[in-house]
């Protein structure tokens, strides 16, 4: 077999170095791990947290707790399906879909070339609250654990939910947004000026 010198690997026009650089322009920098590992780690721990702790709080009480009269209660209920309950009882394809939506999410950070700091924080989001309520799927016999009750309408109460599902909600929010108004005016100004 025979060895390579140092100066055919470095060379420019090597496959190695264009492969090289072509990964390291889209991989992304320091400051957007920088901000996306401490979003997905602060989400996961601080929506496990807040489930248990509020879990816990409300057994001792024994019912639910008013926050905002006639909108806003802390309440103890289970889902074991996903938004809205739809695929309910449906344990083992849950955890595959958020599994699966885990390595989208990984694959959209470490890939997308996207240099916007919204967008990287909106990823580390939509992570975290996936993990969140993954950990309940795995750990919790498939219950994920809701607490948050709000009356949209005198009487009518949207389906309980948990910050996992509010930093999902936030996450996917920020993308929607930012890939309608913001990523195709700079297209656009970035086309005017070529």
């Known amino acids: 077999m025979k060895l390579?010198?140092?100066?055919d690997i470095a060379r420019p026009d090597s496959g190695r170095a264009f492969l090289y650089q072509k990964m390291k322009k889209t991989m992304p920098d320091y400051k957007a791990h920088l901000i996306f590992w401490p979003v997905v780690i602060f989400g996961f721990v601080l929506d496990l947290w807040t489930k248990k702790a509020v879990f816990e709080w409300l057994r001792q009480r024994g019912s639910g707790f008013t926050i905002i009269d006639g909108f806003l209660?802390?309440?103890?209920?289970?889902?074991?399906?996903?938004?809205?309950?739809?695929?309910s009882g449906q344990r083992y394809l849950l955890i595959t879909?958020?599994?699966?939506?885990?390595m989208l999410i990984f694959t959209m950070f470490?890939?997308?070339?996207?240099?916007?700091?919204?967008?990287?924080?909106?990823?580390?989001?939509?992570?975290?609250?996936?993990?969140?309520n993954l950990y309940d799927r795995i750990f919790n016999y498939g219950q994920v654990r809701d607490f948050i009750d709000v009356i949209y309408w005198p009487g009518r109460h949207w389906p309980a939910f948990n910050l996992a599902d509010s930093m999902l909600c936030i996450g996917v929010a920020i993308i929607v947004i930012s890939e309608l108004f913001i990523a195709k005016p700079a297209q656009k100004h970035a086309q005017l000026h070529k």
Do not use: D
């Open 73 to 87: 209660t802390f309440v103890t209920t289970v889902n074991e399906g996903a938004a809205f309950g739809i695929a």
């Open 110 to 132: 470490f890939f997308s070339s996207t240099k916007r700091r919204l967008m990287q924080a909106a990823f580390g989001l939509f992570a975290a609250g996936v993990a969140g």
């Open 4 to 7: 390579k010198k140092q100066s």
């Open 97 to 102: 879909i958020s599994i699966i939506a885990m």
